[in-house]
């Protein structure tokens, strides 16, 4: 078992449609990352949290250290949101020096 | 720059020959890290610079591959005798520290034939 898991692995959704893609850990945490990874493989860092909620135009991610889940949503799709979504996350035994990913999740936004 | 500056973007080398790649982190960032990203697989931690620090260098998958880091600087990936496998994506990132939020590079697409 992965210690990062995303679920789904495919998501297509229609323009204008809320969109959630899930990520569960299995290790303690000190932070975790949501990264794009657009179609030319450029990435770009989304959010990082620690706890709690954050929210960036219509995106918005959640996190529960206790349950060890983390939600990112977007809110009014748009077919420049299609690339796939990493989940990442620092695990406190490694003191924050690498980041351990989840398989990502490929978004496909329809107009 | 403004941020992770990678070169070469691609690179076609013959299998056996050394590659140097280099990463050029946002000024002021004394976190730097590797990565890879083999085709249709995710992305592997390689090796992690934290200013002075002895560098964790837990991810190099074998001794051909090294990584050097002068102060908070440039950094160089250098890969002997390529094989094929070595063929990916590698990635560089850099942060004010661990953990902040870490700022990717483009990539230099590797491709070993």
């Known amino acids: 078992k992965n210690e990062v898991e995303q679920s789904p692995q495919n998501l297509t959704a229609q323009e204008g449609e809320f969109i959630t893609i899930n990520c569960s850990y299995s290790v303690g945490i000190s932070a975790l990352h949501w990264l794009q990874q657009h179609p030319g493989g450029g990435i770009v860092s989304l959010f990082m949290l620690s706890s709690g909620k954050k929210k960036h135009g219509r995106l918005i991610a959640t996190i529960n250290i206790q349950e060890k889940h983390s939600s990112l949503h977007i809110t009014a799709s748009h077919p420049r949101d299609s690339a796939v979504y990493i989940c990442a996350v620092r695990s406190v035994e490694t003191s924050g020096s690498r980041l351990t990913f989840g398989e990502g999740t490929q978004l496909t936004v329809n107009p | 720059g403004a941020g992770v500056s990678q070169s070469p973007s691609n690179k076609v080398t013959e299998k056996g020959k050394d590659v140097e790649l280099r990463c050029d982190p946002i000024s002021g960032h004394t976190a730097l890290y590797w990565y890879r990203q083999r085709l249709g697989q995710g992305l592997e931690f390689l090796i992690y610079?934290?200013?002075?620090?002895?560098?964790?260098k837990s991810g190099l998958p074998s001794d051909r591959f090294s990584a050097e880091r002068t102060g908070e600087s440039v950094s160089t990936l250098t890969i002997q005798r390529t094989q094929q496998e070595d063929s990916a994506v590698y990635l560089c990132?850099?942060?004010?520290?661990?953990?902040?939020?870490?700022?990717f590079g483009q990539g230099t697409r590797l491709t070993v034939v």
């Open positions: 610079f934290q200013g002075n620090s002895a560098p964790d």
């Open positions: 990132a850099s942060s004010l520290g661990s953990p902040t939020e870490a700022f």
